[in-house]
């Protein structure tokens, strides 16, 4: 089956660590995007990444980091420097103006 | 600035009573406007794709349609299996990027 993972499903981390969040794809996307969705907000743009080892910020990347050494993996790290980290985190690909969203992962800082 | 507003925040509504869901929007330039539906605790599901003004999809009991101001997601007949999540999101032209509203909570009751 074609479509996008996302692992953890749920990932708790102590304050002043760094996580990073796993996303692959096997649609053979070029473009792959972070998300981060809060309660009652819409989804906030991390990163995107339109081609392999190219990525931008989105609007909301300070504390955060990618890479994009494969076209099927995209990961996310969450630096210490993220003021605010308990969210849920979303990664999509897109093809044609068409995204598709993996399942989340929700990360709680303890 | 492109900006996504959705309207209403949440609606309740009976098994079989009809009802539409607002998305504006103020985009310089729009390259598409997109449904999603999400369910509590997983990632959105895409609905549809719109381009141009007068352009209209239909899948099952949802029909979307398209202004030069705002979309509408119209919901014929809803079941209870319709509650959820209601995300409406543009893409302005010359640009990877989404920009998403903040849904419309759908509840339907049998």
């Known amino acids: 089956d074609g479509g996008i993972t996302q692992s953890p499903k749920y990932l708790f981390r102590k304050e002043g660590q760094n996580v990073t969040l796993s996303c692959e794809q096997n649609?053979?996307?070029?473009?792959m995007y972070w998300y981060r969705q809060d309660p009652g907000q819409g989804l906030r743009l991390i990163y995107y990444?339109?081609?392999?080892?190219?990525?931008q910020k989105g609007d909301i990347a300070e504390g955060y980091s990618v890479s994009r050494e494969k076209k099927e993996s995209f990961p996310l790290t969450v630096t210490s420097a993220q003021k605010n980290p308990t969210a849920f985190y979303l990664c999509?690909?897109?093809?044609?103006?068409?995204?598709?969203f993996g399942p989340g992962t929700r990360l709680t800082v303890l | 600035e492109d900006q996504v507003t959705q309207s209403p925040e949440a609606l309740r509504l009976q098994e079989g009573e009809s009802s539409s869901l607002n998305c504006s929007y103020t985009?310089?330039?729009?390259?598409?406007l997109f449904w999603y539906r999400q369910d509590p605790g997983k990632g959105p599901e895409f609905l549809f794709t719109?381009?141009?003004a007068g352009e209209e999809k239909e899948k099952e009991r949802l029909k979307a349609t398209l202004t030069k101001k705002e979309s509408f997601l119209h919901i014929t007949a809803p079941k209870p299996e319709d509650s959820a999540t209601y995300l409406c999101?543009?893409?302005?032209?010359?640009?990877?990027?989404?920009?998403f509203g903040t849904g419309t909570r759908l509840k339907v009751l049998a």
């Open positions: 999509a690909s897109s093809f044609e103006g068409e995204q598709f």
């Open positions: 649609l053979n996307h070029d473009a």
């Open positions: 990444s339109q081609i392999v080892n190219d990525f």
């Open positions: 985009v310089s330039g729009l390259r598409g």
């Open positions: 719109l381009y141009s």
């Open positions: 999101a543009v893409q302005a032209s010359g640009t990877y990027k989404y920009i």
